[in-house]
């Protein structure tokens, strides 16, 4: 199928970008990687006024990535992501994840802030940047605003962004030291059936600031906030895991879809946060 | 026992050596020309509106916005198309079944979600698809049938009520012996319910027409994405009331058919109807979204079988009662129909009974697909001998090698009537099973791994029917087709030989290994045939490219056509040389020279043009060198082979991963073993797609396809499929000229079964069964917990 | 709304000025306007990759690209690869191997080798699947592929 028609902006700045999104009054779609959205416009499922490409906007793909976290600008491609050694070294699961994302192809275009702005429910992205407790700096006409992630994403392919706000970069504080990731698909880096993401530090015997993200059993990654409340401060002992797993299943409600049924994810989803938290036990996964 | 990818050492260009392919340099410098490659002077461009309902009445069409819209040329509603043409006629029919006819676009009644409705030409694809946009269809929706189970129950409602009193189109029964005595009678008896999955065969260029009339010359032109030219031009001509002589169907390459691209579809007589009228070339290129719905899908079978042992473990009977989805309508080949023929597989069975129950439901019509009915038979065969073999406490090993056929055995008959020519079936198992290193993989302890995984093997013994034993054989089915090839070989000036043939080249190496198979026949070297394919114009009327059948069929036509050629030229050739015995020459390289001395020789330029020419021939001779023959074979000769899976299971997900997959085949001489690898090869990757991955997937209220485009439907992708370790055979086939087999389907057999079984090895819990295709983590996880709640493991 | 734009961009080394409407994406841009139809278009969701370029050195799906946005980039396509008469060291790598057999996918294959190729570092075959995973085969079953992939790597990593 061939796209609806539509008109092409291509600003060459934010701000020309926003004030393209504002004057299109909610009719116009950001075009970043395309990766998601060209298909939408080639199967007619989405028939936008105007695409603002805001591929030549300059400074939008800066890493600022250190020990203390950072920025990283909101058109950085999956591939740029991939190899970048700041990001390896002090936010380690954002490269792992950016491994099970589409193909060579969709990381060579793919942005992380289309990836935020997309929202799909199991998108890698927005679930890594929950687990890591990150948030967005948006700019729209009126000025600028930052959204934690876990404020962003509000359903399926549905985010808290105005019509007329572009995400410009991506915020993320002192990443925890130790992370474990757990993905299922039915094919090699298809969207997942399941996904777990969890962060922590280890700090004597114990864990702390523990994060604990899942994808694939909700309308939207979650964050499982009291499972890591369950295990704040404790050893991730076998009953302490246990516990976290029924915190977590507590709050899944996953649909079936031609993937897998609800039945199934909510077994893998006790399997693998289970697995995910043994294996941060054991010091966690590496790059 | 030969490995044949290193059978290199014979000389020339003949049978048994890899060339490397023809087809190649012009596909990987992407001078291949597809049929959306083709941009004909003021071409215009065509889309379908199709219908959104698995069933609904039409009762308005307004188009008059879409007539406005700039850019469009012309719109084409069901009653147009029913004055001005046919219904799409069927060209291997169900036997038995009552027709059930239809027009390219639907005229009252739209049959499933995908039939065409409308067609709209403009002056690009884009403005074609805003004009469907504009254009207004008010649908009736009607209940509807997704499958074949519920399109049996009693209060189904009736699909085709003008042509069918039930949803049932045909029964089909074939039985020897006493099956059922024989079943009662049994020590062990296996039964159970399989369901096969609904797949596609999913060719990377979908359809694709360019039509085009030039009025004067009362010449339909037909561009065209097809496996079989000659019969696309049979079936235009009689949807579109034109003589044949009006169409000329041309075929360059085509990019993947599997049995798909059989026959015409509607969109191709829609196509030809608004060139007809416009006068100007039209094109249709499907695209993906279209595809899901719109070309054939393929199986989906539903099967209650048995099979029965003694005691000591011989196969007494065998039953399989299945039901298989034709879909809303016929489609050109209709569905599968080898099930019934290879349900017995290789096995010395005796009594056995097979009833087809063909229904009609309301998805997409079904189609041919590589295998055509035999991987279904084979998984539920499969399948049940190893749950016999586990009722006896046999190892599946020994139990296959107990029953199958031995080579003195052959030919055996069937109970279809069938006949299995020659082989040894038992070779090949235990040299598959000697490969995978079988009995160290069942003594090993079937305790978990590190890993936590449980690992297990799984046996698989198949046939493949390759080829049509006769065009008599067909007669009884009603087919519109024959079983034969044609060939014509004719000359050049330049001392090559021309060989053309009706065949298109859609991945299969026709134009390789035609080539070779002439070379073997007449000593030419290969690379001075240049192989002409798919153009009706040129072309001897030939049958087309499916059913394992080409190379079988073609291999006798150009060994009929190249004798003929050949001994011309070896005459014409003695008269030049003023030798008096032309069979002492023979072609060498590029002359004709003594067979079995120095002497002086000719070269092939000389001796054809000399022909070409009608100047200096023999007197005897008439001018021309070029001989055409036909070729019928009268006897199918059966492919041959076994598998062995190993996969290591997580027991607690259900997740399994395939460590290695070991096959053994025997596809008897093999004209060109890098080729016949790849084939088997690249069916194997179709085998495990459908085995593991692929289904079409409909939502049961709704009756709408869930999964219609290729982000949901699961092709493999090069990281999802296991290395496979290829052996061979080569047994040759008494049956065909030069004892070859068909290879291209026989690697989508064996699959399903072999992984079935070795995973309810690794679990190694009787009360596991996995009946049902495909096999994924979470059916295996479902069969792990049903287990539980019967009392099997914890 | 759907004004035709001007676009300037290098395809195969040669200078290309076109008006093109935005919503043509870059491989019917490509194939219908500019007569390179080697790039294949396999589904236009951007699900096959057979339609895979290489724009600015790096490969891409030119169904997921509008022409438009190429405007002032350097494309590269399978028309290419080979010079003159001569296939390049990977068309042959993949005709020795038979990595090919209808030939629909294979100009998806090579760009997206040439330009794993170009990135250069050692890769298992486990990564080189995944490398391959973006381009969808239906006939050859992927291990010629493969073979004929690591095949030509192992011989460029060897020339150095």
Known sequence: MKAAPFAYVRPSSVAEAVTALAEHEGMARVLAGGQSLVPMLNMRLMRPTAVVDVNRIPG???????????????????????????????????????????????????????????????????????????????????????????????????????????????RFPTAPSLF???????????????????????????????????????????????????????????????????????????????????????????????????????????? | MVDLLHRHTAAGTGLGVSLPRVEDDRLLRGEGRFVDDLHPFQALHMAVLRCPFPRAQVVSIDISAALELTGVEQILVGSQVAERSEPISVLRPVPGAPDLPFFALATDVAHFEGQPVVSVVAQSRAIAEDALDLIDVEF?????????????????????????????????NQERGNPDGELAASAVVASDRFFVNRVTALPMEGRAVVAEWRQGARELIVQHSTQTPHLVRKQLAEALRLDEGSIRVLTDDVGGGFGMKLGIYPEDVLACLHALELGRPVKWVEDRTEHFRASTHARESVHDASIGATADGRFTAMTNAYATDLGALNSPFGSAQLTSITFGGPYNVEHIRTERLVTVTSKTPIGAYRGYGQPESNFVREVLIDRIARQLGRDPLDLRLQNLLRPEDLPWTNHTGAILDSGD????????????????????????????????????CFIERTGYPSARFLANRGSQFGAHEGVTLRANRSGGIDLITGVSSFGQSSETTFAQLLSEVTGIDAGLVRVHTGDTGASPVNTGGFASRTTIAAAGAIELAGLEFVGKALRIAAWLLEIDDPTSLAVRGTDIGPRDSDGPTVPLADVFSTAILGQGIPPSEAPGLEATAYYEPQAAAYAFGSAAAVVAVDPETGDFTIERFVMVHDCGVPVNPMLVEGQVLGALAQGFGAALMEELRYDPDTGQLLNGSLLDYFAPTAADLPHVELLHTEVPSPVTPLGVRGVGEIGTIPPGAAIVNAVCDALSDPQIELSRLPVTPEAVWRALADAAAKGGRA | MSDKVHVTLTVNGRSVDADVEPRVHLADFLRHDLGLTGTHVGCEQGACGNCTVISDGVALKSCLT??????????????????????????????????????????????????????????????LRGELAGVICRCTGYETIIEAAEDHLAEVAARG
């Open chain 2, 140 to 172: 009736d929706p009607l209940p509807h049938v997704s499958d074949v189970v519920s399109a049996m129950e009693p209060d189904a409602p009736l699909l085709h009520p003008n042509e069918l009193a039930t949803n049932r189109l045909v029964t089909n």
């Open chain 1, 60 to 170: 939008l793909d800066t890493v600022a990535i250190g020990p203390e976290g950072g920025s990283i600008g909101s058109l950085t491609r999956y591939s740029t992501l991939e190899a970048s050694a700041d990001i390896a070294a002090h936010l380690a699961l954002l490269t792992t994840v950016t491994r099970h994302i589409g193909d060579r192809q969709v990381r060579n275009r793919g942005t992380i802030g289309g990836s935020l702005a997309q929202a799909d429910p199991v998108g890698e992205m927005p679930l890594a940047c929950l687990a890591l407790g990150a948030s967005v700096l948006v700019q729209s006409v009126s000025g600028t605003r930052e959204v934690p992630v876990h404020e962003l994403l509000l359903g399926p392919y549905w985010t808290s962004l105005e019509p007329d706000e572009l995400i410009v970069e991506v």
């Open chain 1, 180 to 287: 474990a990731f757990s993905e299922v698909t039915r094919r090699h880096n298809d969207f997942a059936v399941l996904a777990v993401a969890v962060t922590a530090t280890r700090t004597g015997e114990g864990f702390t600031g523990v994060r604990l993200a899942a994808s694939g059993v909700e309308a939207t990654a979650i964050l499982a906030e009291d499972a890591s409340a369950v295990l704040e401060g404790t050893s991730l002992s076998d009953a302490e895991i246990a516990a976290a797993v029924e915190a977590t299943v507590d709050v899944a409600d996953p649909s079936d879809d031609v993937r897998a049924s609800a039945e199934y994810r909510v077994h893998l989803l006790r399997v693998h946060v289970r697995r995910a938290l043994e294996r941060l036990r054991d010091g966690g996964d590496r790059v």
């Open chain 2, 425 to 460: 079936y038992a070779a090949t198992l235990r040299m598959a099973t000697e490969r995978v290193g079988y009995d160290a993989l069942r003594a090993a302890g079937r305790g978990p791994r590190a890993d936590g995984r449980l690992t297990g093997v799984g046996l698989s």
């Open chain 3, 66 to 127: 509008l022409a438009v946005q190429a405007d002032g980039s350097e494309i590269e396509t399978v028309e290419s690869l080979a010079t003159g008469d001569q296939l390049s060291p990977l068309q042959q790598a993949f005709k020795d191997a038979h990595a090919l057999q209808c030939g629909y996918c294979t100009p998806g294959f090579l760009m997206t080798i040439t330009a794993l190729e170009r990135r250069g570092g050692a890769l298992s075959r486990e990564e």
